[in-house]
């Protein structure tokens, strides 16, 4: 079975999860720093796309002490898995989240990845080959499934969410929307590429929960109509 997809963001007033340059901007305080860490603390695996890699180096690791105790006492290792799709195997070895912190980590690449960058990927990750030309969601969600992934958190980016959102396999979105306006016609979102055409193809999302913290906002939704096989 693949696993639950549970997509975090965090956004400006006008929708932005970053500048037109691709720059990080810090849009939450601490409060809601520490809920994402226990979302993440409660999660089997994390998963980024490469343009955030590239971007930000994020290590994806559990910061809490005591979120990682809590991991240790459930039998599990301190940090979920690290999952990274990246169709070109452009990841450097040197990533963070390839050599920050203890436990598993997937590069999901597809068929046109360097057959020499994957082996050298092998010897600290373990590789997804599927799709042709760019990483194929479904097959990648299958064979986390397979590994005993049952909880997948998503923290970006945009690029990413939108193709999962495309393929119907985002189940829950928290968008925490900060008190800050970034602006720019390039800028990222929360769901970017082609977006949907006919009204009737837009996904449709259920509120299920509006909370306020410290300057913004935390909305949490259920996406309607994913399925799982």
Not at 14 to 37: A, L, P, W
Not at 172 to 190: C, M, Q, R, V
Not at 199 to 208: G, H, I, K, N
Request: glycine content about 10%; hydrophobic content about 40%; charged content about 30%.
């Amino acid at each position: 079975m693949r696993p639950h997809i549970v997509v975090n963001v965090a956004m400006s007033a006008d929708g932005k999860i970053s500048t037109r340059e691709r720059r990080q901007v810090r849009i939450s305080g601490t409060r809601d720093f520490t809920r994402v860490d226990r979302l993440k603390a409660g999660s089997d695996a994390v998963m980024v796309g490469i343009g955030t890699v590239l971007a930000d180096d994020p290590s994806l690791t559990v910061k809490d002490e005591i979120c990682r105790e809590h991991r240790r006492k459930r039998g599990l290792e301190e940090h979920p898995v690290r999952v990274v799709i990246d169709s070109s195997a452009r990841i450097p070895l040197t990533a963070s989240i390839l050599t920050k912190g203890d436990g598993k980590r997937v590069v999901a690449v597809s068929k046109r990845a360097d057959p020499d960058k994957i082996a050298q990927l092998k010897k600290i990750a373990t590789v997804i080959v599927a799709g042709a030309d760019e990483v194929d969601l479904c097959t990648v969600m299958d064979e986390l499934g397979t590994m005993g992934i049952k909880r997948l958190m998503v923290e970006g980016g945009g690029t990413l969410i939108a193709a999962l959102v495309l393929a119907g396999l985002v189940d829950e979105i928290y968008s925490f929307i900060g008190n800050i306006i970034i602006g720019g016609k390039d800028a990222p979102t929360l769901a970017d590429g082609n977006g949907f055409v006919k009204e009737s193809e837009f996904t449709q999302l259920t509120l299920v929960e509006a909370r306020k913290i410290e300057d913004g906002i935390l909305l949490h939704w259920n996406v309607t109509h994913a399925t799982k096989p």
